[in-house]
């Protein structure tokens, strides 16, 4: 019997050769260009043999490499024993089909490399269910060029009206499993998306939220570790993080957020795949402020940071503010002059992205800085103020006081005779607005307090307009009184 190389082959502990084509616009690093996919197929558990690339106008229609290529290919195959070929570009199912007879091994582009990884990976149901819907939909389309088991099924034993007689083919039977399959995956997915999605609703109407992007292995995990109490897994890999963890940030005095780790981003990443994962994304896209984390260490920074910004754009998370944080400053001098001499200096960075933050997750360093710009942003500019609060109101004066310096404190009388408290303390305008849900009425220097706008209620973030350009902002300029009240 004919076996399929496709079901006698696996990606893990494989010997396996890399193949790219570069073409114009390509966004592949020209120093390494399959250095990222290299790092990819090494995180699946294969073990890279041999590397082909070839640089064209256009791929060719049936091989995506020229014939001359694939002559080439076939020969390192064998050679060197390969049992799979990995391609850094996406294929068309013909052309896995039209490859994969040329060179007898198993054929796989990028998308199916990251779905493998993110299968070996997914820990959490939802993960699951994302990851199987995905490949689904990957695999789906390609039934024929991946499957040979085309032939006439019969339509079962001749025993009546109906069962005789050529059946379906299966090809047909298979594409009915995946399609039904597929409903069902779904159905449960929107259920578990439901539970979160309101999840995540609740937590931003009683916290100001903070969620951490990036491209994959940016340090986005130690990060997480090193600000809260911990608990992400971090690794030097590929899509160490595949789902969502949610901490305590203590940002200064009495003020915290709630912190949240995400997966990394990557280029070319599959549509369906980001599709499938916007709900593990659920605490980024609606987080009052996100965090961007970039390895300043990498050369490839620059394409990087575009690349995250393709992905929040995509994924819809595109209204909050955002901060650029520059990780792994603390490897730049450790590095040859050669490769320093290759990457952007902090200065021009931070001249490039104002506002930009240097910090290392390891060492700590800019740690003060970045927990300094958060809690301008959740407060709203600091100024010392004067609080009048009716004395029966007692959570209300008893969350002042938790959240806020407090100076001094007298015991009055309002006009009517209502005994009232009055505190002088430090307290930012988001501050004073995330007291109005405590329903008590309070008076800020001797106003109402009847904010314009509400910090934690609607999409868009705490003082965000309904969608703003989707550029790093610098959170010096949210505030432009904040420097002269001081």
Known sequence: MKIDPRDAANVTAEPAVLVGVRMRGSRMDFADPLGELRALAETAGARVVGELLQNREAPSGRTYLGKGKVEELVAMVGEL????????????????????????VKVIDRSELILD???????????????EIAQLEYTAPRLRAMWSHLGQVTGGAPVGVGTRGPGEQQLEIDRRLVSRRLVALKRELEDVQIRK?????????????????GYTNAGKSTLFNALTRGGAYAADKLFATLMTRVERWNVGGANAVL??????FIRDLPHHLVASFRATL??????????????????????????????????????QPRFLVLNKCDRLAELPQDERDALRTLAEWQEREPGAIPISAVTGAGFDELRARILALVTGGMRRRTL?????????VDA?????????????????????VELVVEIGDRQIEALLPLGEAFLVDGVDARPKRAAWGGAAGAGSPKRRPPHLVDPRMLDPDESADR
């Open 117 to 131: 990884i993110f299968a070996n990976r997914a820990t959490t149901r939802e993960a699951q269910l994302q990851v």
């Open 197 to 213: 999605a309101r999840e995540v609703a609740e937590r931003r109407a009683e916290h100001f939220t903070v969620g951490i992007v």
């Open 81 to 104: 024993g390969a049992g799979v070929v990995i391609f850094d570009n996406e294929l068309s199912p013909s052309q896995i089909q039209a490859l994969e007879e040329e060179v007898k």
């Open 400 to 420: 002042v006081e938790k959240r806020c310096a407090v100076h001094e404190r007298r015991y009055v009388e309002a006009e009517d005779g209502t005994p009232e």
């Open 388 to 396: 009048r609060i009716p004395i029966r109101a007692a959570r209300l």
């Open 282 to 319: 659920e605490d980024a896209i609606h987080a009052h402020a996100l965090l961007i984390v970039l390895d300043a260490s990498d050369r490839e920074a620059p394409m990087q940071l575009e690349t995250v910004r393709d992905v929040l754009e995509d994924v819809g998370a595109n209204t």
């Open 259 to 264: 912190l949240s780790d995400t997966v990394g």
